[in-house]
């Protein structure tokens, strides 16, 4: 991953004249020992090359991307901070020097790139990972360094955005979904958490680990039916605010294997823990009726990657525990973050995370639990159950007067409705039968008369 190619491609070094140059190995190593992290680095100082030194950000294929005007560009990222464009194989030097090539092919009057607020790095803006190195060696640093290009750069989306309404307001009913109100929260590794902190905020996302990384195997097998996926997923894009629900399914010692069939959806709110009770007590009669078990649950991250937070981390190891039981035998109990409108997702398909937890090793019981991800099999059902449609249009009713309800007539991007948004999510998971469309096509006229 993120290797050097064969041959010898075109490197392009020019980054437009407003962007910082990177400073050449040489230069950085002298900058770094003249300097060292007691000493402020300057804007220009920070590279890829020390982003990657310092753990930051990796090597790797496709890594990297830039959404521009409608365009999407995808590049790697090279082991000495270079970037390789995936499509034409050019090499370059900075994230200004690819941003600014790649925007004058859309827009051939663009002066520069705004590399680091443009170039995003597994869907996250490079100048956030800037200023976390910042903050983390030098915390007493002038966050403006990092912020100018920032600004820079969602001034111009935002006068794009302004000039798209614009332009077709007579024939769009509203404009799009503003990218700005959505805080962008990094990812941290797991290795850097350390003993638990009652000052670290619960909503620290982290990154996932394989079992293999931590020297195991995936001590279970899972299959999930399209239709749990679907409805879902249908129930996470309702709404801005986080949701929650069951999994209904069984589980098979012999074979060790979960197996996950139906998904039951709160009709509740998180913070109304008058009716939670009864909303869980409704679901359990639910699953004793059809002969399932409590197998997981899942929630959504509304406009965030869907990670766990040091919180869901926390709530998965009690559910897991929970399942157990006093007898000790062994029961899985699957969590799953479903992120259907956050930015960094490929497409419009809403980014869907399996993930279990290992508990932390004896002799450090006071660190967090392990969050792992789960390989799991995607079992394609025929048709969409009775249950299911019924359940679809019982969460159109109990949101329909939301505040929070999505307002499926603005734009998710230029040319895609939030509707159609939601409309392509849910291909994925849908029977692929015309009839199913067409009752699919149903709950979505549903959508659109609730406004």
Not at 18 to 24: C, H, N, R
Not at 230 to 251: A, I, K, N
Not at 263 to 280: G, I, K, M, N, Y
Not at 308 to 322: A, E, F, G
Request: hydrophobic share 35%.
């Amino acid at each position: 991953m993120g290797s050097e190619p064969p041959g010898s491609p075109q490197v392009v070094e020019d980054g437009g004249e407003e962007d910082e140059e990177e400073l050449s190995g040489g230069e950085e190593a002298e900058f770094r020992s003249s300097s060292g992290r007691g000493s402020l680095l300057t804007r220009r100082g920070i590279t890829l090359r020390v982003l990657l030194k310092d753990g930051l950000v990796e090597p790797g294929d496709g890594v990297l991307a830039i959404h521009y005007l409608g365009k999407n560009f995808v590049g790697d990222l090279l082991n000495d901070g270079k970037i390789r464009w995936v499509e034409t194989g050019q090499i370059f030097n900075s994230p200004s020097a690819w941003a600014t090539h790649c925007k004058r092919l859309v827009n051939p009057a663009k002066k520069s790139g705004c590399g680091w607020a443009s170039v995003r790095y597994r869907g996250q803006k490079l100048a956030q990972y800037k200023t976390t190195w910042l903050h983390k060696y030098q915390p007493s640093a002038d966050m403006s360094m990092v912020s100018e290009e920032d600004d820079d750069e969602d001034e111009e989306e935002g006068k794009a955005a302004v000039q798209a309404d614009e332009k077709n307001k007579n024939n769009k009913p509203d404009v799009m979904v503003s990218r700005r109100a959505d805080r962008e929260r990094i990812p941290v590794r797991y290795c850097s958490l350390g003993t638990r902190d009652a000052a670290r905020d619960p909503h620290t996302l982290v990154e996932l680990s394989a079992f293999s990384a931590i020297n195991r195997f995936q001590p279970f097998n899972v299959a999930v039916s399209s239709n749990v996926l679907l409805l879902m997923d249908f129930h996470c894009h309702l709404t801005t605010s986080e949701v929650v629900g069951y999994l209904g399914g069984r589980w098979d010692t012999n074979t060790q294997l979960l197996t996950v069939l139906r998904a039951f959806p709160c009709r509740t709110r998180l913070a109304d823990r008058d009716t939670a009770s009864a909303v869980e007590e409704e679901i359990c009669q639910n699953l004793f009726m059809r002969g399932l078990s409590l197998v997981g649950w899942y929630h959504s991250h509304p406009r965030g990657p869907a990670l766990p937070s040091l919180q869901d981390i926390d709530s998965q190891m009690d559910h897991q525990l929970r399942l157990q039981g006093s007898n000790n035998g062994f029961q899985p109990c699957l969590g799953i973050i479903c992120g259907p409108y956050y930015h960094g997702n490929q497409g419009v398909a809403s980014t869907i995370t399996p993930f279990w937890v290992v508990p932390p090793p004896e002799q450090r019981p006071n660190d967090y639990g392990i969050p792992v991800a789960v390989e799991v099999t995607y079992v394609q059902d025929n048709f969409l159950t009775s249950d299911v449609l019924n359940e679809m249009m019982l969460l159109v009713d109990y949101y329909r007067t939301a505040p929070d309800l999505v307002q499926f007539n603005q734009y998710w991007c230029p040319e895609t409705t939030m509707l159609d948004k939601i409309k392509g999510s849910l291909s994925c998971h849908a029977p692929k039968d015309q009839a199913y469309s067409q009752i699919l096509e149903h709950v979505y006229s549903q959508l659109s008369t609730t406004h």
